[in-house]
């Protein structure tokens, strides 16, 4: 960000990062620190959650919390752990896949699970901050979705449809919350060198997939967070991002599945 304390006037002085102990959401809290923004840091992971606060604390205040997104009581904790800051921004990063297999592999309540983090938790959160942010008349929230989000595709069949949830609801906000002050950006990421990406078998690295810097995929989110309702993290990812949506979509879904299989070595 250009200007660290304009930043802070505006979003700050609390920012909430669901999703910040690891990769995309762990730049987030650094660059927000960095700024000198005071963090509630949420994941479902203890070690690396406690990992990174306990680092930041050094400039700014930290509070954390170990809580599964997916859990039926996730709006009212988080309700509870923010109930006495002044949070001006919130990040929703959660969301990564865990593995390719097919839709029909495994149980139903597999893929639910990604529904209820990837649609019914956003909407949860944005829906108690939003109000808070609405009536302090200021602030904003970056959904982190992903290129998977331009169409469905096979192996991530679930995944890439609450990917593109994310996309719209986000847009929807832009929309109706940016007159009352409330910045709102749906922040598509491509392959990001991510401690999730690595652990689901992505060949991220590679030559066809050299993947995005988590700290880049951050700065582009801030930098842009006013340029909503849609910023594609990385001048590689906007092209492909933008031609993918020229074409016939039978084209886009097929492309889409062909570049899944290859991120994953997968001959099928």
């Known amino acids: 960000m250009s200007d660290p304390a304009g930043f802070v006037e505006r979003y700050g ?3 909430l990062v669901l999703g910040g ?12 620190a960095d700024a000198g923004m005071n963090l509630v840091l949420v994941a479902r992971r203890t070690g690396p959650l406690e990992q990174l606060a306990s680092r930041l604390r050094d400039s700014v205040e930290v509070r954390t919390a170990s809580l599964d997104l997916t859990a039926d009581d996730m709006g009212e904790r988080l309700a509870e752990l923010t109930t006495d800051l002044d949070i001006g921004l919130v990040v929703y990063n959660a969301g990564a896949t865990h593995g390719i297999p097919a839709f029909l592999d495994g149980t139903a309540e597999d893929r639910l699970s990604l529904v209820r983090l ?10 108690h901050f939003g109000a808070r942010l609405v009536a302090r008349g200021r602030g904003g929230m970056v959904f982190v ?30 929309a109706e919350l940016g007159p009352a002050g409330v910045d709102v950006l749906a922040l598509v990421a491509g392959a990001t060198h991510t401690p999730a990406m690595a652990s689901s078998g992505a060949r991220i690295g590679s030559e066809e997939f050299p993947g995005m810097d988590p700290d880049d995929v951050a700065r582009e989110g801030l930098a842009h967070l006013g340029d909503g309702p849609t910023w594609v993290a990385g001048d590689t990812n906007r092209a492909t991002y933008e031609m993918l949506r020229s074409l016939p979509q039978r084209d886009v879904v097929t492309a889409m599945s062909d570049a899944t299989r290859s991120l994953y070595g997968l001959d099928d």
């Open 13 to 15: 002085p609390w920012a």
């Open 21 to 32: 102990s690891e990769g995309i959401g762990a730049s987030f809290a650094t660059q927000l």
């Open 118 to 127: 990837n649609c019914v938790g956003p909407v949860r959160v944005a829906h």
């Open 145 to 174: 979705t992903s290129m998977s989000s331009v169409a469905g595709a096979a192996r991530v069949v679930t995944y890439s449809a609450t990917k593109a949830f994310d996309l719209v609801f986000a847009e929807g906000l832009w």
